[in-house]
């Protein structure tokens, strides 16, 4: 039995893990990073478009601060989010990008003078500072009230995470790749670390720690069309509703990117548009500004992606063999600006579609891409019923991007969380409590219980071929849980998920017997994982009988606050049930800074709770006194819905702004 | 590829090898795949394997040219399977892993564990002890220009091609490769790194730096994203020339 002891051990080697490493080994931890494959290929790399912290450095973005991020950020969410969390990530952001700043990200720069730039389809020209040359510049991005978005061209998250896992080398911190973490290793309410696989030799290696966090990602890949890469398949998620202890929040918040290339699904991003490109139908029609004549392109992703799904279901689309598309024109921004800040989006032009996107448009159409919920935390990043399993980034729902997350709040979310959770958890580490009362025998238990599996399905004799369930839940997904959603159609998906869950029970790995390197068995053990967390999506679709973000019910278009402003948990207590257990989380409005009100897309559909009223006079009331008596923005922020406390101490300070000094 | 014609059956020969086999020795197979319209090399492996063979071993992540897992050698030549469409290579392909690095199996290699030594063994970081940063106060100027250049050495993703496009590394096991020397000429260029050229010397100073290169380039042709390695060679060798002088 081989068994490795640290302190914090960290399942996913993206931005979240290798942020949540450096924190902790910064605070004297142990810890070790579990990683599928070498970290700089996670994921995290493929975030194109930007990074949004509010510096307020670019002409564009003048004005910008907290505020304004945070408000962007829970209408963005349709006010499913948790406040006090998105106030704390809007405070933060700017901390991050400037300590990736330092770390060695080239993030692109403001420079001094008239540039000119595309504005809904023309040119216009806009003049930065002589005092802000040289400083981190940004772009526009979908949903947003000022240009927030800081880049690196189009390689935002590549940068990033080079830098991250660069850092992780000088620390010298312990990566293990190619080591999978299939089950968490658990007793009396409390994590003690995971059983992981070795995917090179098929070793089983028990990991036990003080702390366990769970950063692997999203889930995107149990649809069939996803931008997500092919290793974002739940399975941190799964391993931790295995536990029948740790909860998920909001699964069925599932976020899907307008402008995917077709057919293949990678994504173009979202700085296609806030550089000013367009969304054209088959006549060539810019048809955004009919649906959103404000935002138009640039609206929230999950109104976009509706607005354009509509348009192609009244017969705009472009046909093709692989179905209806629209374009994303691009050519107005012309060769040099593509060159320069879109060449990543150029090269998958060229190599996958064979096309230039300076002369020609881009086949698009909305995608699977982000999952908003994930494994349902505390503030500071801690399973609600888990006693020491963390979990970060997209992994976690703790929960900042309520039901539809806005572009450029993804890859800042990591680096945020990271930095704060590795404060929570050394926190944790650091009292007595934290130490491992855990007995080997536990410990041989989980090992045991794995390897069996294992041998299971290398042994089963006439049982079911893993990947004829795993295409059949991946169109269920598709066909049945996507843009739209209706009642009929989920209660089919989850009928005929629950009974492809049943079969995958019952999975044989055929011919490739091999106990080491092998695909196969690998495939299979992660489809029964993966269907479990198809079936937290989709019977929690099927429950939530309203619209709320990316959560879209033709049967039920009305946002209902009266009855469903609360966070859907799912858990699965036993193991020999079929669907999971779904309950409620309330969602206060008392304390909210911001409370429910109107996004502004479309007609407002939205029931509201008696509670939002007497809020929301209380509200205007304190803001008026406060205003009227000289207080600065933070004091009544403070006096609304005071946070600052809950941050580690070292993030508490405010954020310098250009502004500040120059005033 | 119009509707009407009749799609080409592709034969992909893939070179096999299990190193936990003891019985296994290295061979070529040959998988029958029907061609489709946009067909990658990352769709061909995905039906051999979920069809044919789900034995068969590779590895994509991103499957979008972005992350760097999939370099192969396809028809001889290091290139990302993922981005490589079928519609431009003949109905025989043959592939075979990356050579140099160690094998997991068929077409996987462990190009990370490589990659991840070679970053310790040049420091591939920000080397900046004196500054205590603030996070809370703007942050440090850069000339965008200059920012723009780093990004353009930053784009590197690791993903080995240069090194198998390498004649040196054949000879010299412990060459740094253009994938090192490209790194170091990242950070020589970013004002944040204080080392000296003295510090980048002693690293990359030698016949398994800088010096060892035989200007064969094989590099600069098979690298994915079109780094600019010979001309920062170049630079690289004058520049270390020129401080190993002085010393």
């Known amino acids: 039995m081989k068994i490795i002891y640290t302190d914090v051990l960290i399942i996913g080697g993206g931005l979240a893990g290798l942020r949540v490493a450096t924190g902790v080994k910064d605070r004297g931890h142990d810890t070790i990073v579990l990683t599928l494959i070498p970290p700089k290929r996670s994921h995290s790399s493929a975030a194109q478009g930007g990074m949004q912290a509010s510096l307020a450095n670019c002409a564009m973005g003048e004005g910008d601060n907290e505020d304004v991020h945070f408000l962007d950020t829970i209408k963005g969410s349709d006010w499913g989010a948790d406040q006090e969390v998105a106030r704390m990530f809007t405070h933060c952001a700017p901390k991050a990008i400037r300590e990736l700043a330092a770390w060695g990200v080239p993030w692109s720069r403001v420079a001094r003078g008239d540039h000119t730039v595309i504005i809904n389809a023309k040119k216009e020209t806009i003049t930065e500072k002589d005092e802000a040359h040289g400083l981190i510049t940004a772009r526009d991005f979908g949903g947003t009230k000022k240009w927030r978005t800081c880049y690196t061209s189009d390689g935002t998250g590549h940068s990033m995470l080079y830098a991250m896992d660069n850092k992780a080398h000088e620390k010298n911190i312990e990566i293990h790749e190619r080591l999978e973490a299939i089950a968490l290793i658990h ?43 092919i290793i974002c398949q739940g399975i941190g998620q799964a391993i931790a509703l295995e536990t029948g202890v740790a909860t998920l929040g909001n699964m069925e918040a599932i976020q899907f990117h307008p ?25 060539g029609y810019r048809f955004m500004p009919d649906y959103e004549p404000d935002k138009k392109e640039l609206a929230s992703r999950d109104v976009v992606s509706r607005r354009m799904t509509e348009h192609m279901r009244k017969g705009k689309g472009v046909s093709s063999r692989y179905g209806d598309h629209l374009w994303l024109d691009i050519t107005i921004l012309g060769r040099k600006h593509i060159e320069k800040n879109l060449r990543e989006v150029k090269e998958i032009c060229e190599n996958f579609l064979g096309i230039d996107p300076a002369e020609e448009w881009i086949p698009v159409r909305p995608t699977q891409h982000y999952s908003m919920g994930g494994i ?17 980034g997209e992994a976690a729902c703790w929960d900042m991007h309520g039901f539809n997350r806005l572009g450029g709040n993804s890859v800042s979310e990591t680096v945020v969380a990271g930095m704060l959770v590795a404060e929570y958890i050394s926190d944790f580490c650091d009292k007595a409590e934290s130490s491992v009362n855990v007995q080997s025998a536990t410990i041989e238990k989980f090992l045991k219980r794995e390897k069996e599996k294992i041998e299971a399905l290398l042994t089963k004799k006439n049982g079911e071929d893993a990947y004829v369930l795993r295409r059949a839940m991946e169109k269920i997904m598709m066909e049945k849980v996507g843009i739209f959603r209706n009642g009929d159609d989920l209660q089919e998906a989850v009928t005929e998920l629950e009974e492809l869950y049943i079969r995958s029970k019952n999975i044989e790995v055929f011919r490739s017997k091999s106990r080491a390197a092998n695909p196969a068995l690998v495939n299979a053990y992660r489809t029964q994982k993966m269907l479990k967390v198809a079936l937290t999506v989709a019977y929690g679709a099927l429950l939530r009988t309203e619209s709320r973000g990316a959560h879209s019910r033709e049967d039920y278009p009305e946002r209902d606050d009266a009855n469903w402003l609360k966070r859907t948990i799912t858990a699965w207590p036993d193991e020999n049930q079929t669907l999971p257990t779904v309950s409620y989380e309330d969602i206060p409005i008392s304390n909210m800074e911001l409370p429910p009100g109107f996004r502004g897309y479309g007609k407002d559909l939205t029931i509201h709770h008696p509670e939002t009223k007497v809020r929301q006079q209380m509200v205007d009331l304190i803001k008026e006194k406060l205003e009227k008596e000289g207080a600065s923005r933070h004091e009544v922020q403070n006096a609304l819905m005071p946070f600052l406390k809950k941050l580690p101490k070292k993030y508490q300070k405010f954020n310098e702004r250009l502004g500040d000094i120059h005033e | 590829m119009s509707e009407l014609e009749k799609p080409r059956i592709l034969k992909i020969h893939v070179l096999r090898f299990d190193p936990h086999n003891p019985n296994d020795f290295p061979h070529m197979e040959t998988f029958e795949v029907e061609e489709a319209d946009g067909m990658t090399l990352y769709i061909v492996l995905g039906e051999i394997r979920e069809h044919l063979d ?15 897992s999939c370099a192969m050698l396809v028809n001889g030549r290091p290139t990302l399977a993922c981005r490589t469409l079928t519609k431009k290579l003949d109905e025989d392909i043959t592939l075979a892993p990356l050579p140099l690095f160690e094998l997991i199996g068929d077409l996987s290699i462990n190009s990370g564990a490589w990659m991840q030594g070679l970053n310790k063994r040049l420091e591939t970081w920000i080397h900046d002890k004196e500054q205590e940063l603030n996070i809370n106060k703007l942050e440090e100027r850069m000339e965008p220009e200059l920012a723009d250049e780093i990004y353009e050495l930053d784009r590197c993703i690791e993903c080995g091609c240069c090194v198998a496009g390498c004649g040196t590394i054949q000879m010299k096991p412990d060459f740094v490769g253009a994938v090192g020397l490209n790194k170091i000429a990242r950070y020589h260029l970013d004002p944040r790194d204080k080392r000296t050229d003295e510090e980048y010397y002693e690293l990359i100073g030698d016949e398994n730096g800088v010096f060892g290169c035989m200007t064969l380039l094989g590099c600069e042709d098979v690298c994915p994203k079109s780094l600019p390695l010979q001309s920062k060679i170049a630079y690289l060798r004058r520049m270390m020339l020129r401080t190993g002088l002085k010393g």
Do not use: H
Not at chain 2, 54 to 68: E, Q, W, Y
């Open chain 1, 259 to 283: 402008t995917a290339i077709v057919p293949v699904g990678i994504l173009t991003t979202e700085g296609c548009r806030g550089d000013g490109g367009l969304l054209l139908d088959k006549d």
């Open chain 1, 376 to 392: 349902r935390t505390t503030y500071q990043g801690e399973s609600q019923t888990l006693k020491g399993l963390y979990s970060c």
């Open chain 1, 187 to 229: 007793e009396n309410g409390r994590c003690y670390g995971a059983i992981a696989r070795n995917l090179m030799n098929g070793e089983l290696v028990a990991y036990v720690a003080k702390a366990t966090t769970i950063a692997t990602g999203g889930y995107g890949r149990i649809y069939s069309v996803s931008t997500n890469a």
């Open chain 2, 54 to 68: 789900n034995s068969l071993k590779f590895d994509f992540v991103c499957r979008a040219g972005i992350c760097g």
